[in-house]
């Protein structure tokens, strides 16, 4: 089974969002991989994206099963409906461990002792008055391998994220240059960041999605980065089309690519590489500078710097030139 409808009660309130609401009924629907995904973290030619965002776009899953559930609540109860997947400021992990489906774990992600940490989350809202299943327990115990894995220390304590040292967040939605401290922490991930979910002992019990949507597609199942550096902005809309990664936008992505293109210390991306250092997007032309320096001996790179750094109008390059001159 990967599909698991439960109800929550009152205690996690989602009545600000909707003051009609009398219940909540959660939705889980696992992504488990077929295989492991920190292996892919040694092949450091190719960019790895994260479990979720390999296949279709989840909403584009998820929303239609919750809709057609709505179907049925509305015809079992009588009560008006509404459904969320990430489209509110609806709090759907506390809701879905007051409905039963999972707990938080240390990591702050919801785990289930059938799916393990791959569970997608959705929302349905009714005004029918529904009986609420018993809350999940938490099962974590003495475990904290998710805690110890995590290449940033993003978390400051059990149950507790700092969101701003994470990679996930700073791949996918942190918008300016990436701090030099996660750089090299990144490695080859260039979309999101599976390390504290894949460790959970827990994953032993999940079974792989059984949805074929959601498995990774040619064009996004961990790419070599070569092919990666050369996309225009046409050519990243047409590769990601339907997949979460295509939200990002190619300046983001090509970003995070040339992070994980500088830590894998390959000279044979020099080329690629020098021809972004004159790409149209301030963003991409700091992390080329970036992964430069760690490609190029200091002859070319200050050959590169000499060329160049004269006509550099944006500031954030500037200082990417300045700090990394050998």
Not at 282 to 310: S, T
Request: with cysteine; glycine share 6%; net charge neutral.
């Amino acid at each position: 089974m990967d599909w698991m409808e439960t109800t929550a009660d009152r205690r996690c309130d989602p009545l600000a969002l909707w003051p009609d609401a009398k219940s909540a009924i959660m939705v889980g629907m696992s992504y488990a991989p077929a295989s492991d995904p920190l292996e892919a973290l040694q092949t450091r030619e190719r960019g790895v994206i994260s479990v979720y965002a390999q296949g279709k776009d989840y909403h584009d899953i998820l929303k239609p099963k919750l809709k057609q559930l709505a179907l049925e609540v509305v015809a079992a109860t009588g009560g008006d409906v509404k459904v969320f997947v990430d489209t509110a400021p609806l709090m759907e992990k506390p809701l879905a461990v007051l409905a039963g489906v999972g707990w938080q774990g240390k990591h702050t992600n919801l785990v289930s002792r059938v799916h393990g940490s791959w569970l997608l989350l959705g929302a349905l809202l009714t005004t029918a008055e529904l009986m609420p299943d018993a809350t999940e327990a938490d099962h974590c115990g003495t475990c904290r391998r998710c805690l110890d894995i995590c290449p940033t220390a993003a978390f400051p304590s059990p149950y507790q994220l700092d969101a701003r040292r994470c990679i996930a967040y700073l791949t996918i939605e942190h918008k300016g240059q990436i701090a030099r401290e996660f750089r090299a922490p990144i490695g080859n991930r260039i979309y999101g960041c599976d390390d504290c979910l894949a460790v959970c002992p827990w994953n032993k019990f999940a079974a792989a999605a059984r949805d074929v949507r959601l498995a990774g597609r040619e064009q996004t199942a961990n790419p070599p980065l070569g092919v990666l550096l050369d996309l225009t902005d046409l050519e990243f809309r047409a590769r990601f089309a339907g997949t979460p990664v295509k939200r990002t936008g190619r300046n983001r992505f090509i970003r995070n690519v040339l992070i994980a293109v500088g830590n894998s210390k390959d000279a044979n991306f020099l080329p690629q590489v020098r021809a972004l250092l004159d790409d149209a997007s301030p963003l991409v032309r700091g992390m080329a500078v970036w992964a430069l320096a760690r490609l190029a001996g200091a002859e070319e790179f200050n050959f590169e710097y000499d060329r160049r750094v004269a006509d550099e109008d944006d500031a954030d390059v500037l200082a990417e030139w300045k700090l990394e001159r050998l």
